[in-house]
């Protein structure tokens, strides 16, 4: 092999030029590699693309069609294309309601996607399951509600939320019974999700549920909770938040409660509330009289103009701004009156928020 080193160069020269070739050639095989790389991963992302048009195009036409979607042709499907295939069914699946709902189920059974989720629910990864679970929820597959059931409860709060939801699709009573009461415990569960699911059971299932869990709960699970109660049936509403303002003195909760006041009911302790020692309470409690207040709970809200947080008395002249039966001559003759300078300012700039000089 000496020839292959034979240089009129001394070795150390010899060496670094050996060492630059090994270099270039190195960086071609790697150019060359990248570049072959790049073409694959085009023309994968090109093949992709196509496969996903057209099965949208195949979706459009099941959710419109009962026909199409039991008669027309559908392309293969490779195994590569399973997920892609099973996440883009899905996103169709949630933007549709009615008679659309059962036809991508019927498209869904001739494609074999029934079968897909079920193989990735028994894989480990916690993505995999996530999808199998989302598909099973729409598809309304109870064969699994009771494998579902169980992944409620799973310390994954995405794995979770999302048998939670897969659950109320499947049934929705079940699902309701099963899950309100766990919404306390899984803070975890994004707020956003837990509307999302309550919904879809619909108030008349969640309401008997949701009161429950909001009447048995301590003060602080009662303020996260009342956070959903908007999505009860507004009778039972009234009656909790009517239950809550009677029977609590926890300024969170009272204040909680107070914002949910329709004014289809009377509000109870109106002018101890008016006095309470929390001064979040007294503003609460000025806001509501300016939604549902009579004549006779104008006094409470003169009394609060005075109040020693701010807050209070701008809320408390908001709502006198706000009552139907005062009108502009009323509204000024009550600032003259009033003997607190701080009651007449905090008046005038409510005056001046609606125009009134």
């Given at each position: ?13 010899t ?37 996903l ?10 959710m419109l ?23 883009e ?15 991508l ?32 929820g ?5 064969a ?25 699709e ?7 019974s ?13 707020v ?14 969640v ?7 909001i009447?048995?709960?301590e ?39 107070l914002k ?79 003997s607190?300078?701080f ?5 005038q ?9």
């Amino acid at each position: 092999m000496d020839w292959l080193f034979h240089s009129e160069f001394d070795t150390a020269v010899t060496v670094a030029l050996w060492s630059i070739a090994v270099v270039s050639v190195t960086t071609i095989v790697l150019f060359a590699y990248t570049m072959g790389l790049r073409i694959v991963t085009l023309v994968q992302a090109r093949r992709r693309q196509r496969f996903l048009t057209s099965w949208r195009d195949i979706f459009v036409l099941a959710m419109l069609s009962r026909k199409d979607a039991a008669e027309q042709t559908l392309p293969p499907v490779r195994r590569g294309d399973h997920t892609d295939l099973l996440e883009e069914w899905n996103r169709a699946r949630s933007i549709v309601s009615g008679s659309a709902v059962e036809n991508l189920i019927e498209l869904a059974r001739r494609t074999g996607i029934p079968d897909l989720a079920l193989r990735l629910f028994r894989k480990h990864s916690v993505r995999s399951r996530i999808l199998a679970v989302q598909t099973v929820g729409h598809l309304r597959d109870s064969a699994h509600r009771g494998e579902v059931r169980q992944l409620v409860e799973h310390e994954n709060t995405a794995l979770s939320i999302t048998a939670a939801v897969a659950l109320v699709e499947i049934d929705p009573d079940y699902g309701a019974s099963v899950v309100v009461p766990l919404i306390e415990q899984r803070r975890d569960w994004p707020v956003n999700r837990v509307s999302i699911l309550l919904r879809l059971a619909g108030s008349e299932r969640v309401s008997e549920p949701l009161y429950r869990a909001i009447r048995s709960a301590e003060n602080e699970g009662r303020i996260y909770l009342l956070k959903f109660a908007r999505l009860m049936e507004p009778e039972v509403l009234d009656a909790l938040v009517g239950d809550l303002v009677s029977s609590s003195n926890d300024p969170g909760v009272l204040n909680a409660a107070l914002k949910l006041v329709s004014g289809y009911r009377g509000v109870p302790r109106l002018a101890w509330l008016t006095r309470h020692e929390t001064w979040y309470v007294r503003m609460q409690a000025a806001k509501v009289i300016g939604r549902v207040g009579q004549e006779e709970h104008l006094a409470l809200l003169e009394s609060l103009l005075d109040d020693p947080e701010w807050w209070v008395r701008y809320r408390a002249a908001q709502s006198i701004v706000s009552l139907p039966f005062l009108g502009p001559n009323q509204l000024r003759k009550l600032q003259k009156k009033q003997s607190d300078r701080f009651a007449a300012d905090i008046l005038q700039q409510a005056f001046a928020e609606v125009g009134l000089a």
